[in-house]
């Protein structure tokens, strides 16, 4: 099936470090979603989007939807032990009714 | 308010089984949509059901199927099961079909043997 272009793949960081994580599409979305998972668990909705050139928060999240539309990207300041799990992008395209096109992941594993 | 819940969370089947797996969405969300998830091909869209009707539909063969109660509780269920079956199968509610904020379940690890 379709997917999203997410990067990176995995990422190792220190306690403290800031992380940036984006995804990309062929594709224009009208809507952009990122998720968090951890092990065991289904997908935790972190943040939507639904404008080009949107910036929107949730705590030390930051994530905004390209102005191409084709693109997203999800920042996470000063990061702690406990956002450790695999974040994931999501988007709906206008011409791909409600159907969600995911990105593979991004693990992110944090060193206390 | 109560998130989606799935059961059952763990199941073992042989292949050529069948298996049902069930979805109850959080109270006051019509419209359930179920994913398969697989390390290799990430999340899958399989089907979405709103006002018991199915709205929308992945790339899946006719074994995997689905269906939706009035109360909004969904079901699906594979028939014939096949080795590559073996996932995680999430299922997500949102409140409307105007809604594209999707809140997921927390799974049913399906494993075929």
């Known amino acids: 099936g379709q997917q999203l272009n997410q990067s990176p793949q995995s990422m190792f960081i220190q306690e403290g470090e800031d992380v940036s994580m984006n995804c990309t599409s062929s594709?224009?979305?009208?809507?952009w979603l990122w998720y968090k998972q951890e092990p065991g668990e289904g997908p935790v909705l972190l943040i939507a989007l639904y404008k080009a050139g949107e910036l929107t928060s949730n705590g030390r999240l930051t994530a905004q939807f390209g102005i191409t539309r084709k693109d997203s990207f999800l920042n996470i300041s000063a990061s702690i032990p406990s956002d450790v799990g695999i974040y994931f992008c999501?988007?709906?395209?206008?011409?791909?009714?409600?159907?969600?096109?995911w990105g593979l992941g991004t693990s992110l594993a944090v060193n206390p | 308010k109560a998130g989606v819940t799935q059961t059952p969370r763990y199941l073992i089947k042989t292949r050529g089984q069948q298996v049902t797996l069930s979805c109850s969405p959080i109270?006051?969300?019509?419209?359930v949509s179920w994913y398969q998830q697989t390390p290799g091909q990430g999340l899958q869209f399989l089907f979405e059901y709103f006002s018991e009707t199915q709205r929308n539909k992945g790339n899946f063969p006719g074994r995997f199927s689905g269906r939706q109660f009035s109360n909004s509780r969904s079901e699906m269920n594979v028939s014939t099961l096949e080795l590559g079956d073996s996932a995680l199968y999430l299922c997500a509610s949102s409140q409307n079909l105007v809604s594209n904020e999707q809140y997921f379940g927390p799974g049913t690890r399906l494993t075929v043997t």
């Open positions: 109270s006051g969300h019509r419209s």
């Open positions: 999501a988007g709906i395209n206008a011409g791909n009714n409600r159907k969600l096109i």
């Open positions: 594709s224009i979305f009208n809507t």
